[in-house]
């Protein structure tokens, strides 16, 4: 027997539901990203400043943001610049479905998203792209030369990060352990705030043929600390700069690199 106007209704309702459960969900799993996607964060403003004024812009080219996560960061730069063509890729495959509902529901066609393993990339992203760009991941690796090796193999013009770095021979191992948070495991790399050596990155860079700039960033305005002690980044007055920035007790010395040739 074929399904009655109130069986269809009653399906069509189940499925609606079904979906914004999922939806529901996934927001609650990526909840940090969200907001940006419409509040872009001071420093991906600050990082697309960065970016445009040294030439890494060009209308017709296409960038390949690798760590992309749902895409958040690319709303912004691809509403400031829509001559440009964006490929988000991350090796959480979950992610990337959930970037190309958001993408699909929102009409942005200037963005795309593939599941791509950072260290294990198809040849035929080779020379592709004009610009690569990461946001925060590298903080989560142990080692940064492998990073760095990979995405100098596609031969890009330019490579931008924007991640934790020290001007000195040191690279220091960060992990929080977060009480209020169990899920983040003692292996869980979204505990890490690792940060690397600038006079390494500089030499591996160099070796490519790569010349690299690399700028602090600080916010434009002061942000609050968490209640509690929590988890948060926030700033603080100190010899260093007026709105050094922590996350707890842990110093987060942001910068901004761009290497190109």
Known sequence: MPPTKRNWIVLFRQLIAKKETRFKMTKSRWQSEYPQIDNPYFSTIAFEEFLAARGGFLDGKEIFDIGTGIGANLYYFAAKNPGVRFLGGDYNADKIAEAKDVAKARGDNGLAFETVDWFDISDGYRGRFDGIINV??????????????????????????????????????????????????????????????????????????????????????????????????????????????????????????????
């Not at 925060?136 to 090796?149: D, M, Q």
């Not at 690299?212 to 929590?230: I, R, V």
């Not at 980044?233 to 842990?250: K, L």
């Open 136 to 261: 925060h991941t590298l903080c989560c690796f142990k080692r940064i030369e492998p990073a760095i090796e990979a995405l100098c193999a596609l031969e890009p013009r330019w490579i931008a990060f924007n991640s934790l770095f020290y001007e000195g021979p040191l690279d220091v191992m960060i992990h929080i352990r977060d009480h209020d948070n169990p899920a983040i495991g003692d292996d869980n790399p979204d505990g890490d705030f690792n940060i690397f050596s600038l006079p390494l990155v500089r030499e591996l860079f160099t070796k490519h043929g790569y010349k690299l700039h690399s700028e602090p960033f600080h916010p434009p305005q002061a942000l609050p600390q968490p209640n509690n002690g929590a988890r948060g980044t926030f700033t603080a007055q100190t010899e260093w700069h007026e709105r050094t920035q922590f996350s707890g007790p842990v110093h987060l010395p942001w910068h901004f690199l761009f290497a190109s040739r």
